[in-house]
T-cell receptor, first 111, second 115 residues
Framework: GQQVMQIPQYQHVQEGEDFTTYCNSS?????IQWYKQRPGGHPVFLIQ?????EVKKQKRLTFQFGEAKKNSSLHITATQTTDVGTYFC???????????FGKGTKLSVKP | GAVVSQHPSRVICKSGTSVKIECRSL??????MFWYRQFPKQSLMLMAT?????????EQGVEKDKFLINHASLTLSTLTVTSAHPEDSSFYIC???????????FGPGTRLTVL
């Protein structure tokens, strides 16, 4: 079945360092979404990418969608302690129109 | 923006009892809602798709007789964990797609602990 793989599983950075998480799908995605889940919280929608090669920015966050629409990345510049959490990518493509989630990248930021 | 609520947020029950979790879309109608389960340190796993007016669709490996889903109205879906056991302890999250978009709106989740 369709799979969405995400790496790395964990990332520990010093505050101020950059951070990137990568997402790869076994099949072409109609779109890809990114979510952030704070410890103990629920996933919160960050952004959706639809077009091939699309790049979107939200302050220090940069999201990219690959040309083949099978991979995506989230890059955070100059991390802050408020960036702590698990970042999930999710591709739309399940048989029920549901999202298929990557396993997430857990980011910890040392002040 | 669209809001999805869940109740209760946390429940502790004894083994063998049944627990009902409600998922409501507060300011929009949802003909479809999704139920996910998240074990500690793991990703969200889709359990079932709840369809208003028809039977839910369950993912492979999910027991439909154990996890009863009822989509009673366009704004309410319920998940009942029947005869809960400690291995059912998990974080249960529902979501509903926004109208006209592919965005999913997630509920805040329900933490179930079965003793």
């Amino acid at each position: 079945g369709q799979q969405v793989m995400q790496i790395p599983q964990y990332q520990h950075v010093q505050e101020g360092e950059d951070f990137t998480t990568y997402c790869n799908s076994s099949t072409t995605l109609s779109n890809i979404q990114w979510y952030k889940q704070r410890p103990g919280g629920h996933p919160v929608f960050l952004i959706q990418l639809v077009k091939s090669g699309e790049v979107k920015k939200q302050k220090r966050l940069t999201f990219q969608f690959g040309e083949a629409k099978k991979n995506s990345s989230l890059h955070i510049t100059a991390t802050q302690t408020t960036d702590v959490g698990t970042y999930f990518c999710a591709g739309l493509g399940g048989s029920q129109g549901n999202l298929i989630f990557g396993k997430g990248t857990k980011l910890s930021v040392k002040p | 923006g669209a809001v999805v609520s869940q109740h209760p947020s946390r429940v502790i029950c004894k083994s063998g009892t049944s627990v009902k979790i409600e998922c409501r879309s507060l300011d929009f109608q949802a003909t479809t809602m999704f139920w996910y389960r998240q074990f500690p340190k793991q990703s969200l796993m889709l359990m079932a798709t709840s369809n208003e007016g028809s039977k839910a669709t369950y993912e492979q490996g999910v027991e439909k007789d154990k996890f009863l889903i009822n989509h009673a109205s366009l704004t309410l879906s319920t998940l009942t964990v029947t005869s809960a056991h400690p291995e059912d302890s998990s974080f249960y999250i529902c979501s509903a797609p926004g109208r006209g978009t592919d965005t999913q709106y997630f509920g805040p989740g329900t933490r179930l602990t079965v003793l």
